[in-house]
């Protein structure tokens, strides 16, 4: 169910006008709809609600503080893939021991922060990676828990840039080396095996692949459990697909549930699961304001003020997004959706039925509130949208946009004589 519909043909987010909010906030400007992140969580929770995992939200899909903190306050701990996304989760009052820190690159800077936070685990993804922490919880007189993230090698069918657990993609160890590389951490000093992580890639539209995935990895989970004390977790991921088109059916998570609980029945091991995308991605919009509509000998070019800076989801993995008009019509008409930065990439629709607008006209480019802002770019020396968030009849600016005094900050040119 969406929270962004029309009322006497104009959108809203929950309560209010989407035209009253781009004349108060300017566009381009992300729309976050607090209610739906509730009930995505609060969904998600009930499905699962016989093993009730820990949800450790994957911020990087959205780090706004505000939507951070709603999903926290509804329980979620943080999924965080750097030093900056572990700084934005405590500043948004996730507490260290729900909060779990994956990616392949952990630096020494990263590692020392995170072990002097004490965070709950490190999701480890190379046997080098586990020496650096083991010498850098030596040095600090402390102790990592660590979860190997083990590559199960099962296709989620998903894009290629986005699919993760497959045995050629850089992430994890793969599952004949995990063996040997727990070995490994149950040697090393400062080191505490805490538990096993997977994650497949997303956005995965069906529970198949995680089933497949944790009946390759249950009896390495059985015997590490039965074998060290502190093993006490699996971190199965995130990844749930969401419908990017009307006719797309999301992953349910009922369904979700009926295929994964079987496979983790019986293990007496604490779940975690790192969703960020079902969470966020039909909580947000980006509405954006057409400037021209221009002919050419081939096609017709909507161009909008939102560009590839803003929204980098179409030109980057050619997704599509839903884009309709604020003021309803049913008019259409035929061409691109394009932004004004210097590159033919520069698209978020090609070659669409869209609603038929003229110049000074509103859109909505839909499921836009994951993978959104959080890639966005000053390319073209544009500064970043402005974010509000809703609920009910309630708006707060939750993100100023970005000014251009703000883009030069920290530049200074040198004096050479
Ligand atoms: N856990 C780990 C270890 C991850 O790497 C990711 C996503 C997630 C959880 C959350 O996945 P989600 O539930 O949000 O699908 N920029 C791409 C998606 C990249 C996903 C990276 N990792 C996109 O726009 O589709």
Known sequence: MSEFTYRNGMLHA????????????????????????????????????????????????????????????????????????????????????????????????????????????????????????????????????????VNPDVDPHTHKYTSTGKAENKFGVDLSRAEKAYEQALQLPGIEVAGLHMHLGSPIMTPAPYAEALEKVRPLCERLKKEVETFRHLDIGGGLGISYRPEQAPLDPRDFASAVLPALHGLGLAVGMEPGRFYTGNAGILVTRVEYVKQNPFKKFVIVDAAMNDLLRPPLYEAHHEIVAVQQTDEQIFGDVVGPVCESADFMAQNRELPAVESGNLLAILSAGAYGFVMASNYNARGRAAEVMVSGDRVEEVRARETWEELVQGERIPTWE
């Open 14 to 149: 929950e309560g209010v006008s989407v035209v009253d909010l781009a004349e108060r906030f300017g566009t381009p400007l992300y729309i976050y709809s607090r209610t739906h992140l509730i009930r995505q969580y609060q969904a998600l929770a009930e499905a699962m609600k016989p093993i009730a995992p820990q949800f450790y939200f994957a911020i990087k899909s959205n780090s706004n503080l505000a939507v951070i903190e709603t999903l926290g306050a509804q329980g979620a701990g943080a999924d965080v893939v750097s030093g900056g996304e572990l700084f934005r989760a405590l500043r948004a009052g996730i507490s260290a021991d729900r909060i779990v820190f994956a990616g392949v690159g952990k630096t020494v800077a990263e590692i020392d922060y995170a072990l002097s936070e004490q965070i709950r685990f490190f999701t480890v993804e190379s046997e080098e990676e586990l020496t650096r922490i083991s010498e850098r919880a030596v040095a600090a007189g402390c102790v990592g828990r660590i979860a190997i993230r």
